[in-house]
């Protein structure tokens, strides 16, 4: 397609906010969310590869984490979200977030008339990349409770043993910044053990939380075990949607933004810490 994406402007109910076409400029941001930090790994991948681009994150910090509390609720935080992204004028959206693309991102795309850029745990290179067939995934509860996840596996269910785990309290242990905490190491342990009992030769990493522990799951998983990490293939998926789109930014002076619904300086420090770079431009989500 060359042409920018139409705008639908046959309201249904559920349209609450629509963005003129007009809006969609190539200077425009690109809007990243996660319930928290997680989605900064996503964030970190899409800067380096497309550094002439504006990006807006927003880590919804005092309601971390979505992963066990149900499509009702991260429908309703992801589209507070939404609509200030737009409010702001962002050009594209990533959900940097597994657990609510699994959750919204078709109902979202319907709704609002703007590109969305999911994520979902990366099995289809996990399948490409096994030697023997045995595959462990990492999620949230609600990742791996998804329709689209259901979908997701069996359209690999003949091809490979897929052993799914979720890990309720990692992702905490990430949006406290408690990355090399006994605590963490310790929830690791308990849930990559169980897929090395698994034989399992790759560890399909289905949060974007858990990308900032690759070096302590690769420790603790062995250095034979291949890790499968998706933020990479999002960042080259928003890069393709842009040309498609005719949408990338031509201007040189660029710079990020980055709100939060949790405490600001605390969320600063994390932010800060993660991405190894001082974080100034901090605005509170109300
Ligand atoms: N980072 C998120 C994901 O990719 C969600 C983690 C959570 O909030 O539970 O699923």
Redesign the pocket.
């Known amino acids: 397609m060359n042409t920018k994406p139409k705008i639908n402007h046959h309201k249904t109910q559920a349209q609450i906010f629509q963005p003129d076409i007009q809006s969609l400029k190539n200077n425009k941001p690109i809007g990243i969310f996660?319930?928290?930090v997680?989605?900064l790994s996503v964030l970190q991948q899409t800067h380096r590869l497309l550094p002439k681009e504006n990006f807006i994150y927003v880590a919804d910090s005092a309601f971390?984490?979505?992963?066990g509390k149900g499509d009702e609720f991260i429908e309703q935080r992801s589209r507070i979200i939404t609509e200030h992204l737009l409010e702001q004028g962002v050009k594209m959206i990533v959900i940097a977030?597994?657990?609510a693309t699994a959750s919204i991102i078709e109902k979202f795309r319907k709704q609002y008339g703007i590109p969305f850029v999911g994520?979902e745990p990366g099995i289809k290179p996990a399948v490409a990349q096994t030697n023997n067939g045995s595959i462990g995934i990492m999620?949230?509860q609600g990742?791996l409770s998804s329709q689209r996840y259901k979908e997701l596996n069996q359209r690999f269910f003949n091809d490979v043993n897929l052993y799914p785990i979720a890990c309720p309290g990692l992702?905490d242990q990430v949006e406290l910044c408690q990355i090399d905490h006994p605590k963490t190491i310790k929830l690791l342990e308990s849930f990559i053990k169980p897929l090395l009992n698994e034989q399992v030769d790759t560890i399909v990493l289905g949060?974007?939380?858990y990308s900032f522990l690759i070096p302590f799951i690769q420790e603790i998983a062995g250095q034979s075990i291949s890790l499968v990490d998706t933020s990479q293939a999002i960042a080259e998926q928003v890069k393709r949607l842009l040309k498609e789109y005719k949408l990338e930014n031509q201007e040189t002076n660029t710079h990020s933004r980055y709100f939060t619904t949790g405490e600001i300086e605390q969320t600063r420090r994390v932010i800060s810490k993660l991405l190894k770079k001082n974080i100034i431009e901090l605005n509170l989500l109300a």
């Open positions: 996660d319930s928290g997680g989605g971390a984490p979505w992963g977030c597994n657990t994520v999620a949230t990742t992702a949060c974007t939380h």
